[in-house]
Nanobody, 114 residues
Framework: QVQLVESGGGLVQAGGSLRLFCAAS????????VGWYRQAPGKQREFVALITTGTVTHYADSVKGRFTISTDKAKNTLYLQMNSLKPEDTGVYYCYVSLGSNYWGQGTQVTVAP
């Protein structure tokens, strides 16, 4: 079983940047995919970005060109670099790892002020 801990969230002005971190308690090298979802107040959790085993990346249309997902498998860490942030990016961001089962972190709050 893998435990995930997100960090790096906070309050930022529109147009600003944040970098989210997701530290895994075990190896993520064998994962089928790792990625990020987010949930805005009153809305369902939605896909943001993922990396597959073959290091292929996928992004939601709403974040393409602004967000970059990456991993450091030696550190068992997943990153989400978020640039040109918009108020609609506000929400709780969750990382996940697909290792047979899907494991989720507890989330980190991102708030983008107008």
């Amino acid at each position: 079983q893998v435990q995930l801990v997100e960090s790096g969230g906070g309050l930022v002005q529109a147009g600003g940047s944040l970098r989210l971190f997701c530290a895994a308690s075990g190896s993520i090298s064998a994962s089928a995919a790792v990625g990020w979802y987010r949930q805005a107040p009153g809305k369902q959790r939605e896909f943001v970005a993922l990396i597959t085993t073959g290091t292929v990346t996928h992004y939601a249309d709403s974040v393409k060109g602004r967000f970059t997902i990456s991993t450091d498998k030696a550190k068992n860490t997943l990153y989400l670099q978020m640039n040109s942030l918009k108020p609609e990016d506000t929400g709780v961001y969750y990382c996940y790892v697909s290792l047979g089962s899907n494991y989720w972190g507890q989330g980190t709050q991102v708030t983008v002020a107008p």
